[in-house]
């Protein structure tokens, strides 16, 4: 059970730290569809120093995945370098519900650091980072002041990585099983046109056909979508993961909630729906998803994953997916999905945000519904 749940636990970084779902990345005034998917796949020093922040913390959550690793690299900090550890974790996850890795991976996105020494210097100097962020959708001023509070417990972390020759390590411990992931991985994944499935079911073009995949080590159980159409993975996940995650992460935000009023007001309708609030009031916040507006873009984009990931013959069980998933959280998921399937929404005759608002005027999500739509899907 912890290797199916651990392969396919998704979060929407972004919905973490602001109060509302966020806007579509701003598109070109006349975008064009595309008709192709171009895919990278790559290594990176960077994003695995910032998901290796969360087990050297010392957070039980993630040790259950790195326990050797902590072993072997925790006795070497001092013990101001673990405190500093350690108060990241309080502030980030612990005050503000977040997840360390996805808040730092989100915003050093925004950056060409590379390196440790890029990577100090942009937690020096924050303000082209900050006005990077500010051109994205993924900006809010609730994150900013979390990760600017965080900057010297970060800078202290990052300085004692380099002192204890972390890049090194890397280098011998994981470049050489992410590089033979890798290899294996690309000969497959251009088979896949996923990027016109999508643009079809949103109904709008994606900033660029280009999916760039960085497969990690140190990610685990996170697949963590960050700026323009990339997102990370971890190594070790099957090809049938890896492909659904990026059809999951090129999905957020699935519509655009500063522009619509009226789907903004009908999604906090759901706030009467006691059977979802019960979920999102009651779950392990390591997972994520600590706001009803967090899990309502969630599981709008997982219920969109799993109608796209099926033609391609990559479906899976779904019962025993979103059983297992999250320990069972993601019920407007399983209500949507239930509702795609009755009305045939993968035949592409209506986008998703205009089938959602539908969905929720016509009460098919009000009323108890949702909890009905839940018995009878796991009932089969």
């Known amino acids: 059970m912890l290797m199916q749940k651990r392969w396919c636990i998704l979060f929407a970084v972004f919905a973490v730290f602001a109060g509302l779902a966020t806007p579509l990345l701003a598109q070109e005034p006349h975008a064009a569809f595309h008709a192709t998917t171009d895919w990278d796949l790559q290594p990176s020093f960077m994003f695995d120093t910032l998901c290796a922040l969360n087990f050297l913390s010392g957070d039980p959550y993630y040790l259950k995945f790195y326990q050797p690793d902590y072993d072997r690299l925790f006795p070497r900090l001092r013990p101001e370098e673990r405190a500093a550890f350690a108060s990241l974790k309080h502030r980030i996850k612990d005050q503000n519900g977040g997840i360390i890795s996805a808040q730092f991976a989100l915003y050093f996105s925004a950056t060409d650091a590379e390196s440790l020494d890029d990577m100090i210097r942009v937690v020096k100097h924050s303000s082209t980072m900050q006005r990077n962020l500010k051109a994205t959708s993924y900006y809010s001023d609730d994150g900013w002041k979390v ?14 990585l380099k002192r204890i020759d972390f890049e090194a390590d890397w280098e011998k411990q994981v470049r050489p099983r992410v590089e033979k992931a890798r290899a294996a991985m690309a000969q497959d994944l251009p088979k896949y046109n996923v990027i016109p499935r ?31 159409t990339r997102f990370l993975t971890h190594y070790s996940y099957p090809f049938r993961i890896v492909l659904r995650n990026a059809i999951h992460e090129m999905m957020h935000p699935p519509y655009d909630l500063a522009h619509d009023a009226d789907l903004r007001a009908s ?28 899990l309502e873009e969630e599981d709008c984009v997982q219920a969109l994953e799993q109608i796209l990931a099926e ?47 539908r969905m929720i005027r016509s009460r098919a999500l009000s009323n108890g519904h949702m909890q009905e739509l839940n018995r009878a899907f796991f009932a089969k």
């Not at 995949?213 to 700026?227: A, D, M, N, Q, R």
């Not at 998921?333 to 929404?345: D, E, I, R």
């Open 311 to 357: 033609p391609f013959g990559m479906g899976g069980d779904p019962r025993r997916y979103w059983k297992e998933q999250d320990d069972g959280i993601h019920v407007l998921a399983v209500a949507l999905y239930s509702l795609m399937k009755q009305q045939h929404f993968a035949d592409g005759h209506e986008a998703f945000p205009v089938f959602l608002k």
């Open 198 to 228: 999508i643009e079809s079911a949103l109904g709008s073009p994606s900033p660029s056909n280009r999916i760039t995949v960085y497969l990690l080590y140190y990610s685990e159980p996170h697949g963590i979508k960050i700026t323009g």
């Open 267 to 294: 999604l906090q309708s759901l706030r009467a729906d006691a059977f979802l609030m019960d979920k999102v009031e009651h779950h392990n916040p390591s997972f994520g998803y600590n706001t009803l507006e967090g």
């Open 147 to 160: 990760y600017d509070e965080s900057r010297g417990d970060l800078e202290v972390a990052l300085k004692a």
